[in-house]
């Protein structure tokens, strides 16, 4: 399986995402400028944290009129998965790919440390390797992850599953339905606020984060048995 990983002036998450990829799963991926207009050779596009042109205006908001995002557009209407984390996943709702916004924590502070997941949903492409409702430990590292969106989208994202993980006990940044994922109606896109390739090497902290790649690469191989 074949990743691209997005790259935007400030992005800072980049290498982590690569080396989930490559060193983790020994999966190819290769990194992509943001003024890239092609990524039909790509099986799965990864939209990586950090601070894309500064957070000027709000978190995404340049990004997503970059070149590349038309790509990505026509990759997840394809139906390939693309994972939005943290300023990736601001930059996927600034594209209209997920519903909702984020904005600034409650606290308006920077908020970096590791907080508890729930997986509300392991029936998706991105999930499938964890159990229904565990509980996960993934670093944050945010100043704008407090998500929201109306009632009627809240209700929507309900009924069709489309919330995938949820902050457990503590929720850190006061996003709405306590929410830290969501997905698609389709399945394919999804975006969350903590850091899952941060989390792939008990050496650095713990590896709970190496199921998210792990699930995409299994339902892609499933889907493409001569690959
Ligand atoms: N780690 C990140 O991707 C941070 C995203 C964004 N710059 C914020 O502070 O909310």
Known sequence: MKFAVLVFPG?????????????ELGEEVEYVWHTATDLSDFDGILVPGGFSYGDYLRCGA????SNIMAEVKKAAEAGKPVLGVCNGFQILTEAGLLPGALLRNKNLKFMCRTVQLKVENNNTLFTNQYEQ?????????????????DEETLQALKDNNQ???????????????????????????LGMMPHPER????????ADGLAVFKSIVKQWRENHVNN
């Open 199 to 206: 989390a792939v090497d008990a050496l650095v902290g713990g």
């Open 163 to 189: 919330i995938v993980f949820t902050y457990s006990g503590e929720n850190p940044n006061g996003s709405l339905a306590d929410i830290a994922g969501i997905i698609n109606e389709r399945g394919n896109v």
């Open 133 to 149: 409702g565990q509980t996960i430990n993934i670093p944050i590292a945010h100043g704008e992850g407090n998500y929201y969106c």
């Open 62 to 65: 340049m990004a997503n009129q």
């Open 11 to 23: 992005s800072n998450c980049d290498i982590d995402m690569y080396h989930a990829i490559k060193d």
